[in-house]
């Protein structure tokens, strides 16, 4: 087996990934959010002072973070006209996703986000930081919130698990979730449904996002993993009421 030292592996930033975390941070939602098609060629990015409100962070962090995007030929300047997306930052980085038509599509949104979100939580808890237990909260507090109000707020649900995804520091993983999030806003009206049918589930889901939390922040990202599992199955099993379709071919 060939000694890869970990220092020759590829990082995001090329050769000069930034180092700081928030720094990172800014960087990789920027990314993804290019990536996942939220800016078009040629099209200006919002201000250092707009990023920075934006991001909860100080103008020369956003200043470093746009500067790393602008060596890798992903975004370009223009004299007093701020910074573009390039042609490079475009070119092959589009996630389109199908849009959800069908209860089917439903199933497979359930599916692909079980294949990636276990796997995303325990990097998350091997790697995340204080902002983003901090990010993670914030999105808790609007879902505990929601469910004394005997209510479900999907975006708050949705900003908790892209939360997560950044919190594992894999803009892979941010971008897709980014892409996927209009299919994702369509599966969590029938699961809000579904909370607020007859059998009300609402303080359990808050109880199962908590528990995910916990073991984020105690660094223990097999029992995150497994919890995220559990979570995103109970969620698909309420929806279908425990009787999934045949996909078979």
Not at 16 to 31: A, C, D, E, H, N
Request: with cysteine; aromatic share 8%; charged share 25%.
């Amino acid at each position: 087996m060939d000694d890869v030292s970990s220092s020759a592996a590829p990082q995001p930033g090329g050769d000069r990934p930034p180092r700081s975390p928030l720094v990172r941070k800014v960087y990789q939602r920027l990314l993804a959010q290019i990536t996942a098609g939220d800016y078009r060629h040629n099209q200006r990015l919002p201000g250092e002072y707009e990023l920075a409100a934006q991001f909860g962070v100080s103008r020369p962090v956003v200043r470093e973070a746009l500067g790393h995007l602008r060596e890798e030929g992903l975004i370009y300047s223009r004299q007093g006209a701020g910074s573009f997306v390039s042609a490079r930052g475009r070119e092959g980085g589009v996630l389109n996703y199908a849009p959800v038509e069908t209860i089917a599509d439903i199933q497979r949104c359930y599916e692909f986000r079980l294949s990636i979100e276990p796997d995303y939580a325990r990097c998350a808890a091997q790697r995340r930081n204080d902002a983003a237990l901090d990010a993670m909260a914030a999105a808790l507090d609007l879902l505990r919130d929601a469910t004394l109000g005997h209510t479900h707020r999907s975006d708050a649900d949705f900003a908790f698990h892209v939360a997560i995804a950044e919190a594992a520091n894999n803009h892979y993983y941010i971008s897709t979730m980014l892409a996927l999030k209009d299919q994702i806003g369509v599966v969590m009206k029938f699961h809000g449904a579904a909370l607020l049918g007859p059998q009300y589930h609402l303080e359990g889901v808050l109880a199962e996002h908590q528990a995910i939390f916990a073991a984020i922040r105690e660094r223990d990202g097999d029992l995150a993993a497994a919890l995220m599992r559990a979570h995103l199955e109970g969620s698909r099993d309420r929806v279908f009421e425990g009787r999934l379709l045949d996909l078979a071919l």
